[in-house]
T-cell receptor, first 113, second 115 residues
Framework: DAGVTQSPTHLIKTRGQQVTLRCSPK?????VSWYQQALGQGPQFIFQ???????QRGNFPDRFSGHQFPNYSSELNVNALLLGDSALYLC????????????FGNGTRLTVT | GDSVTQMEGPVTLSEEAFLTINCTYT??????LFWYVQYPGEGLQLLLK?????DKGSNKGFEATYRKETTSFHLEKGSVQVSDSAVYFC??????????????FGQGTRLTINP
């Protein structure tokens, strides 16, 4: 049973460019969340998707957007990249419900130069 | 808003030593509390959790007790191994108010165990 898979594993972009990160949730899971983890810091919640809609959003600008597809997979898009967007981006999935634990992927390491 | 504060690292111990990593939290509701572990090059793995006051979460020899009176959730292990070397994150979620998917993390504590 595959867990949460993310692609690509590493990415290098130039300031001002746009990037798309992808996530496939664990089998049986229907909700996906995205987190940004800066070097040496704890992850910060970006947003959550369920039933193809953004349900919650953290304190991130509109340059960060996402999508969830009918098969529950998800994309994170970041426009107009800044140097400060360099981080590990983690996807987490769960079965929607109050006590369902999150399962995290290994992340995509984004470097903005 | 909700927040989590962990003891600063890095922490270096010898094998078989006793481990404590302190974690305190601030929350307006009644959060669930978690410890996650991150091994090099990997994502986060849930280590243990507690959903209400006085609950004790335990896994792989680690344990933590949800203390509402001190707003704490300290991680302990009686005898650490080299394989326990990793970064440990304390986190909370307030499922009722904010939904179970929004975790608030501490800054992490890097643990190194020397043989």
């Amino acid at each position: 049973d595959a867990g949460v898979t993310q692609s690509p594993t590493h990415l290098i972009k130039t300031r001002g460019q746009q990037v798309t990160l992808r996530c496939s949730p664990k089998s049986g899971h229907d909700t996906v969340s995205w987190y940004q983890q800066a070097l040496g810091q704890g992850p910060q919640f970006i947003f959550q998707y369920y039933e193809e809609e953004e349900r919650q959003r953290g304190n991130f600008p509109d340059r960060f957007s996402g999508h969830q597809f009918p098969n529950y997979s998800s994309e994170l898009n970041v426009n107009a990249l800044l140097l400060g967007d360099s981080a590990l981006y983690l996807c987490a999935s769960a079965k929607q419900g109050l006590n369902s634990p999150l399962h995290f992927g290994n992340g995509t390491r984004l470097t903005v130069t | 808003g909700d927040s989590v504060t962990q003891m600063e690292g890095p922490v270096t111990l010898s094998e078989e030593a006793f481990l404590t990593i302190n974690c305190t939290y601030t929350a307006t509701g009644y959060p669930s509390l978690f410890w996650y572990v991150q091994y090099p090059g990997e994502g986060l793995q849930l280590l243990l959790k507690a959903t209400k006051a006085d609950d004790k979460g335990s896994n792989k020899g680690f344990e933590a007790t949800y203390r509402k009176e001190t707003t704490s959730f300290h991680l302990e292990k009686g005898s650490v191994q080299v394989s326990d070397s990793a970064v440990y994150f304390c986190a909370l979620s307030d499922a009722i108010i904010q939904g179970a998917q929004k975790l608030v993390f501490g800054q992490g504590t890097r643990l190194t165990i020397n043989p």
